[in-house]
Every structure is written in C-alpha cells, then in structure tokens.
C-alpha cells in the first residue's frame, strides 16, 4: 500500500521553526521528486518546495526561498522541510506529493509543482502569538 505520511507540524511563534517529515512506503515504481504543497482556509493550494530523489535538486517558491530548506533521507525514504523565520501567513494545512510524471521544458528542465499523483494527509501548522 502506498502512503504518505506527515509530520512534525505544530503550533509555533512568529520567528519560530518547524521541521516537517514526509516518509514515504510502499512505492514499488520509482518517483522523479517529491513536493510540499500548503492551503490555508479559503486559498488555493501553493507549492512551497521541491526536491529531486536522484540528484536531489531543490525548488522554492518566492513565498518561503531563503526560510525554509528541504532536504532528504534516500535511505529512509523521507523527505524534511525545516521552516525558519515563520510567520503568521505560513499558517496552512501542509501536504507532500509524489511526482512520477515529471515535465520538462527545453532550455528550462524540470518543472516542479505541476503533476503529483501520490498525496500525504496533511499536517497542520499555525503560526500564532
């Protein structure tokens, strides 16, 4: 059985950090990347960051770049997002994704955020004084 799982959300101060854990199983295919995505009550789903399993390229979206770093764990299939310098607006439900399919653009290369197949079921974190 495939599954996602998070963790490591939380209830944190302004200026506060986090580190969220996405540990994945039951993959018998392999997967490009995997992503961290985030929806607050009454927005759209964001990407936030990505990771390539293989060379372990990073993205970022201008929201958090310089904040918050991913990384990951080959061996124990996880992938981590340490969130520094928190603020009330990071305030969301956070999900990881899978990418099995990923798109590629000439000139560009991977494009992160766009097809993601395999969802965790979220872990909350509020940013609050």
């Known amino acids: 059985q495939v599954q996602l799982v998070e963790s490591g959300g939380g209830l944190v101060q302004p200026g506060g950090s986090l580190r969220l854990s996405c540990a994945a199983s039951g993959f018998t295919l392999p997967y490009y990347a995997i992503g961290w995505f985030r929806q607050a009550p009454g927005k759209e789903r964001e990407g936030v960051s990505c990771?390539?399993?293989?060379?372990?390229?990073?993205y970022y979206s201008d929201s958090v770049k310089g904040r918050f770093t991913i990384s990951r764990d080959i061996a124990n299939k996880t992938v981590y997002l340490r969130m520094n310098s928190l603020k009330p607006e990071d305030t969301a439900v956070y999900y990881c994704a899978t990418d099995s399919s990923p798109t590629f653009r000439a000139g560009v290369g991977y494009i992160p955020f766009l097809r993601y197949d395999y969802w965790g079921q979220g872990t909350q974190v509020t940013v609050s004084s």
């Open positions: 990771i390539t399993i293989s060379d372990g390229r990073t």
